[in-house]
């Protein structure tokens, strides 16, 4: 997943966030599915600031999909976790990705893990 290419994210590449509010949801991207691409989310790697962000929320289409909770990665796998079902966001349908914010004193970096399928002849070359 790249991004801002696939998720309308502020950086091409994940980088790191610092909260505003303590014990809130904030938002870390939001946006439309473009047409002709669908995406599937099935992990996430946190890279920094492990403690400072302790759930994922996604919702799809204007209903909330998924939360999942952060709490539970560990050093061990590498701050890593799939899911055993993915996050499904299919073309032409808004989005939105939210952070609970646990803490405002570190930065939080956190990569999804997902791929994007796009039609083939409109956007990928055959």
């Known amino acids: 997943i790249l991004p801002a290419t696939d998720l309308d994210y502020g950086a091409e590449e994940w980088s790191e966030v610092t909260g505003t509010t303590v014990n ?5 991207t939001t ?3 473009s047409t002709d691409r669908w995406m599937a989310i099935y992990g996430v790697k946190l890279v920094e600031g492990a403690g400072s962000c302790s759930a994922l929320k996604f919702n799809i289409g204007g209903a909330d999909r ?11 796998d590498g701050y890593a976790g799939y899911s055993p079902s993915a ?3 299919p073309a032409s349908v808004p989005y939105t990705i939210t952070r609970y ?5 570190n930065a939080f970096t956190c ?6 399928v796009e039609t083939r002849g409109k956007l990928i070359s055959p």
């Open 66 to 76: 998924a939360i999942w909770q952060l709490q539970c990665l560990n050093v061990e």
């Open 111 to 116: 990569v999804l893990k997902g791929l994007v």
């Open 87 to 89: 996050i499904l966001i």
């Open 24 to 28: 809130t949801y904030e938002t870390m």
């Open 31 to 33: 946006g439309t599915m």
């Open 101 to 105: 914010v646990r803490a405002i004193s």
